[in-house]
């Protein structure tokens, strides 16, 4: 994965986070809502980085 793809993840991870802290004070649901939604971009960042990986060693493997 490229350094900017993974400084994207890094970001959104840390706004979701940041913006889930704030809806504590406000809403339960939606900090719980903002906290899903921050572990599901972690995920998906490593599933991506995973796919890109995998498609970088059938390449070199040809």
């Given amino acids: ?10 970001c959104s ?7 889930a802290s ?3 004070s406000y809403s339960f649901w939606l900090a719980l809502l903002l906290g899903f939604l921050c572990v599901m ?5 490593f599933i991506l980085k ?3 990986r995998r498609k970088q060693e059938n390449l070199s493997a040809d």
Avoid: H, R, V
């Fill in 50 to 52: 995973a796919k890109i």
């Fill in 1 to 10: 994965m490229g350094k900017g793809l993974s400084l994207w993840f890094a």
């Fill in 22 to 24: 704030i809806a504590i």
């Fill in 13 to 19: 991870s840390i706004l979701i986070l940041t913006a």
């Fill in 41 to 45: 971009n972690i995920g998906w960042g």
